[in-house]
């Protein structure tokens, strides 16, 4: 299981810049390995500046090791967990009754769900792979947005945070189905900024680079049959910078994104890669 300490200090610099907003992280668990993920990160990252937090995943014992992780970190903080499958038809529903009963509001959503199991190039790709990966990153993801939105404009400040990856805008090897889905994060996305601007609900996507995450290097590590460290030391070659990014790099985007700070920023699709995406145009 992942521990805090993996993490650089991350005491903020600017305390509560998230003061009292309510965030809801989807994907807030993580597989296991040896660093810590996007979701967990974030929801420490968000804790930490003061959000009160519905964490969601369909795995309960890691969904509680966040939620004991968060507490760690940032101390006193309203935590509401809620054991979900996003991919099912009443979870968004869930999710947000949920959130409204513990604290009758909604201002971020964040959505971190994502896989690539099984996927290919489009001549050896199937309909069942296809459609399980569509299914889990794409249109889970439109349906919370389309479940949160009106909780959002409630909230007269709501942010939408996205994570697609840098798969979605270069090339992907035999990610065929995940690049298709992640480019179709991207277009929900900016239809979401243009749809609820007046509303003042924001909305952008993250697309991480190489990162060294559980699901970014461990799972695919496992999945290749090749050593952890080995692969990892071969993805940092890639990065103009020489080195993964990690999961903290994607919470503090994140924060960001979700914070005041962005007040003028909606429909961006920030790249968070160590400069991939400048190499590849």
């Known amino acids: 299981m992942s521990t805090e300490s993996e993490s650089p200090d991350q005491t903020p610099q600017r305390p509560g810049r998230l003061a009292n907003r309510v965030a809801v992280i989807v994907g807030a668990g993580q597989t296991p390995g040896e660093t810590i993920g996007n979701g967990r990160a974030t929801a420490i990252t968000f804790a930490r500046e003061g959000a009160r937090l519905v964490l969601v995943d369909r795995d309960p014992v890691s969904l509680a090791d966040t939620a004991a992780m968060v507490t760690q970190a940032a101390g006193t903080v309203e935590v509401a967990e809620v054991v979900a499958d996003v991919t099912s038809d009443d979870a968004p529903h869930q999710v947000v009754e949920a959130a409204l009963e513990a604290f009758g ?138 080195r993964q990014g990690s999961a903290w790099d994607v919470a503090n985007a994140a924060l960001f994104l979700a914070s005041d700070e962005a007040a003028f920023i909606t429909g961006v699709l920030l790249a968070v890669d160590g400069g991939q995406a400048a190499r590849v145009g």
């Not at 199991?117 to 249109?139: C, K, Q, W, Y």
């Not at 992907?172 to 609900?201: E, F, R």
């Open 105 to 242: 509001r909604i201002d971020i959503l964040h959505n971190n769900v994502g896989i690539g199991a099984g996927d290919g190039p489009p001549h050896h790709l199937s309909d069942e792979t296809f459609d399980r990966i569509m299914e889990v990153n794409l249109r889970s993801t439109w349906r919370m947005c389309r479940e949160a939105v009106p909780e959002l404009r409630r909230s007269g400040n709501g942010a939408i945070v996205n994570i697609s990856s840098l798969a979605s805008i270069a090339a992907a090897g035999n990610l065929t189905a995940y690049k298709i889905s992640k480019a179709g994060i991207n277009a929900l996305t900016q239809n979401l900024a243009i749809t609820n601007a007046k509303h003042n609900v924001r909305a952008n996507a993250i697309l991480p680079g190489f990162m060294d995450t559980p699901m970014g290097v461990d799972a695919a590590a496992e999945a290749l049959g090749i050593d952890r460290r080995e692969y990892a030391e071969m993805r940092a070659k890639i990065v103009p910078l020489g």
